[in-house]
Nanobody, 126 residues
Framework: QVQLVESGGGLVQTGGSLRLSCNAS????????MGWFRQAPGKEREFVSA????????YYAESVRGRCTISRDNAKNTVYLQMNSLKFDDTAVYYC???????????????????WGQGTQVTVSS
């Protein structure tokens, strides 16, 4: 069973930055496509960003494009989400997700992912 553990969330003022991390307990992490999603109170879980297992492909939701950067360190079994210029609407629980199929893809929907972390809270104060 693969475990994903997110960290790095917290309380930040509008305009601030956070870097989220997700560590995976998977021997073959380097072949996992990874993604970040978020869920605000009363809303559905939504896609934020994805990175292919090679790291050569990335994709962002329109709402965060230009403000966020996804990256990965396969030697550390970790994927990151650097978030800058945070807005009040970025407030949500952020989830890390893993697609272990080994196909070189950018996965953009919740159904594409097999494993999920427990989430880390990001709160942006206005």
């Amino acid at each position: 069973q693969v475990q994903l553990v997110e960290s790095g969330g917290g309380l930040v003022q509008t305009g601030g930055s956070l870097r989220l991390s997700c560590n995976a307990s998977a021997r073959t992490f380097s072949r996992y496509n990874m993604g970040w999603f978020r869920q605000a109170p009363g809303k559905e879980r939504e896609f934020v960003s994805a990175i292919s297992w090679s790291g050569g492909g990335t994709y962002y939701a329109e709402s965060v494009r230009g403000r966020c950067t996804i990256s990965r360190d396969n030697a550390k079994n970790t994927v990151y989400l650097q978030m800058n210029s945070l807005k009040f609407d970025d407030t949500a629980v952020y989830y890390c997700a893993a697609d272990p199929t080994g196909l070189l893809r950018l996965r953009l929907t919740t159904n594409d992912y097999t494993y999920w972390g427990q989430g880390t809270q990001v709160t942006v104060s206005s």
